[in-house]
C-alpha cells in the first residue's frame, strides 16, 4: 500500500483529497438546504421536528453523517495543511505583487475563506446540533410522540439580529470559495475539457450564487417574521 | 524618457539584500527592458559600482533565461519575456520595481539571478525518452493526429522559464512540470517510459520544494509561451492513472 500513501501525500494527493471531499461538502449543502425548507411551513415547526428526528434516527442517515464528519475533518484539517506547505514554498515575499491583473480574489483566498466558515461552522454546531444531540431542548408531541423542539429552538435564535447577520457574512464567505471552489474540484480530478468547462463553469457559479444565498434568506424571513 | 528604477540588490545568497533606488534620464522607448538594464549598468560601472546581475541570453524571446519580477508581475505589464519587453510599455516618469523570481525551490545567487537548477533535476528525473527510437522514419509511418501533435507541440513551447513559479502564490511548478510530462505523455514515444516518468517526476517537483496548485491560474495567465491550465489537468489524470496501475511499489 506504500503506492497508495505515496501518491495520496503528494502535492496532487493532496489536492485531489481537498477535490474529493469538497465535492462531497457540495452535495451535502444541496440535502442540507433541502432540509432547511422545512423551516418556512407556517405549521408552528411540526413539519421541521419531524424532518430533525428523521434526520438523527434513520439508521442510514446516521452512517452517511458519520461520513460526513470525516469529511469536513478531511477537507478541513488537509486545507490548513496545505496552506502552510505552500507559504513555505516563498519564504520570502515580493515587495509589489499584482494578484488582481492574472487571478480571481476568491481563487487566492480559498485559505482566508475557509477559515470564516469554519468559524460560522463552530456556531452553528454549538447553536442547533449540539443542542440537538446533547443540549436539553423542550419537547413537542404530535399524534402522540415526543419530537425534541428544534424549531423553537432555530426560531429563537433567528430572532437575535446578530445571529442572522453572522449567518449572512458567513455565506457571503461560502459563496466566494464554491466560486472557486466548485470548478476548481473538476480540473484537479483532471476533469478538463473545452467542450465541458463552460457547462462547468456556468453550474459551478450559479451553484455559488444561489445556495448560499437561499441558506442565508431562510434566517433573514425568519427574522422577520419574529418582529 | 525618465524611468525611476527600484531594483533588487543582494551580494550573494547569503546577504539579506533590499531594493535600490536608481535615475535614469535618457532612456529610449524602443529599447528592450534588458537594454535599459545594459545602459543602467553602463553609468554603474563608469560610477565604480557593481553592475546589477541579471539573467539574459538569446534575447530573442526563446531561451527563457530573463527572469525580472517586474512591477509585481513575472516579466512585466505584458505576456512575454523580459527581453521582448520593450520600454514604451511604460509611460515617461514611471517607477518600476524590479525584483527576483521568490520561492523556496528557487533561491537568490545574486541581485536578480536566482537558482533555476531545481526545474533541470525535475527533468533529470523523467523528463526524457530513453527508448531507441532508430533512425529518421518515413513521413507517418508513426500515425499521430493532428489535434495530439499540435497539443504536444504547444506544451513543447515551454521554455522552462520559471514565470508560473513566480506568478503562482503557492510558488507551484505544476504548470512546469504539466507541459514537460504533456509534450511527451501525448505522443506514442513517450507513452513507453509514461508511468515511471509521471510519477518521478512529480515527486522531485515535490522534493524541490515547490507548492501546491490552487487553479488561480495565474501561471498560465503569466507564462509567455501561453502554456494552458489542460496540462495541469493531464497532469492529474496521468499522475493518479499511474499511481492506480503502474507497477511501481
Known amino acids: 500500500m506504500s503506492w497508495f500513501t505515496n501518491a495520496i501525500s503528494s502535492s ?4 485531489l483529497l481537498m477535490a474529493l471531499t469538497g465535492l462531497f461538502l457540495i452535495v451535502f449543502l444541496v440535502v442540507h438546504l433541502i432540509g432547511n425548507f422545512q423551516l418556512l411551513h407556517h405549521d408552528g415547526g411540526e413539519a421541521f421536528n419531524i424532518y430533525a428526528k428523521f434526520m438523527t434516527s434513520n439508521p442510514l ?11 469536513f475533518i478531511i ?4 486545507g490548513i495543511g496545505l496552506v502552510m506547505s505552500n507559504k513555505k514554498a516563498r519564504p520570502v515575499g515580493y515587495n509589489v505583487t499584482k494578484g488582481s ?17 469554519f468559524i460560522f461552522l463552530v456556531i452553528h454546531l454549538k447553536n442547533f446540533w449540539y443542542e440537538m444531540h446533547w443540549g436539553g431542548i423542550p419537547t413537542v408531541a404530535y399524534a402522540g410522540e415526543s419530537y425534541n423542539d428544534l424549531y423553537t429552538v432555530t426560531a429563537t435564535a433567528f430572532s437575535e439580529w446578530w445571529i442572522v447577520a453572522i449567518y449572512t457574512v458567513s455565506m457571503i464567505a461560502l459563496m466566494f470559495h464554491l ?30 450564487i444561489i445556495v448560499p444565498a437561499l441558506f442565508a434568506v431562510i434566517p433573514i424571513i425568519m427574522f422577520y417574521q419574529s418582529i | 524618457m525618465k524611468i525611476t528604477l527600484k531594483v533588487w540588490r543582494q551580494k550573494n545568497d547569503k546577504d539579506k539584500g533590499s531594493l535600490v533606488t536608481y535615475q535614469l534620464d535618457d532612456i529610449s522607448e524602443d529599447m528592450s527592458f534588458l537594454e535599459m538594464f545594459d545602459v543602467l549598468n553602463n553609468q554603474l560601472e563608469r560610477k565604480g559600482e557593481a553592475p546589477i546581475a541579471f539573467d539574459h541570453d538569446c534575447r530573442e524571446g526563446i531561451c527563457g533565461a530573463c527572469s525580472m519580477y517586474i512591477n509585481g508581475k513575472p516579466h512585466g505589464p505584458k505576456q512575454t519575456t523580459t527581453c521582448q519587453l520593450h520600454m514604451r510599455s511604460f509611460k515617461d516618469g514611471d517607477t518600476i520595481v524590479v525584483e527576483p523570481w ?19 533535476r525535475v527533468i533529470s528525473s523523467g523528463g526524457y525518452v530513453s527508448v531507441n527510437t532508430g533512425g529518421i522514419p518515413d513521413a507517418n509511418e508513426i500515425p499521430i493526429p ?24 503557492n510558488a507551484s511548478a505544476m504548470l512546469f512540470v504539466s507541459a514537460k510530462v504533456s509534450q511527451l505523455a501525448l505522443l506514442p514515444q513517450g507513452k513507453v517510459e509514461g508511468k515511471t516518468r509521471v510519477e518521478n517526476m512529480v515527486a522531485q517537483m ?32 496521468e499522475y493518479f492513472g499511474a499511481k492506480a496501475k503502474s507497477d511501481n511499489q
Open chain 2, 102 to 120: 521568490r520561492a523556496k525551490a528557487f533561491p537568490v545567487i545574486k541581485d536578480l539571478v536566482v537558482d533555476r537548477s531545481a526545474f533541470d
Open chain 1, 179 to 208: 466560486y472557486h471552489g466548485f470548478s476548481s474540484a473538476f480540473q484537479t480530478l483532471g476533469l478538463n475539457h473545452p467542450k465541458y468547462n463552460p457547462l462547468i463553469k456556468g453550474v459551478g457559479y450559479g451553484f455559488a
Open chain 2, 206 to 237: 515535490d522534493e524541490e520544494g515547490f507548492g501546491a496548485c490552487t487553479n488561480t491560474g495565474a501561471c498560465s495567465a503569466e507564462c509567455p509561451k501561453g502554456i494552458s491550465l489542460e496540462n495541469i489537468a493531464r497532469l492529474n489524470r
Open chain 1, 101 to 117: 491583473t492574472n487571478s480571481t480574489w476568491s481563487s487566492r483566498n480559498m485559505g482566508l475563506l475557509g477559515t470564516i466558515i
Open chain 1, 75 to 78: 477537507h478541513i484539517v488537509w
Open chain 2, 146 to 169: 493532428k489535434k495530439i501533435a499540435d497539443e504536444a507541440f504547444d506544451a513543447a513551447t515551454c521554455i522552462g522559464c520559471g514565470a508560473c513559479v513566480a506568478a503562482c502564490k
Open chain 1, 12 to 15: 496532487l494527493g493532496r489536492k
Open chain 1, 61 to 71: 442517515i446516521k452512517t452517511t453523517s458519520y461520513l460526513l464528519y470525516a469529511t
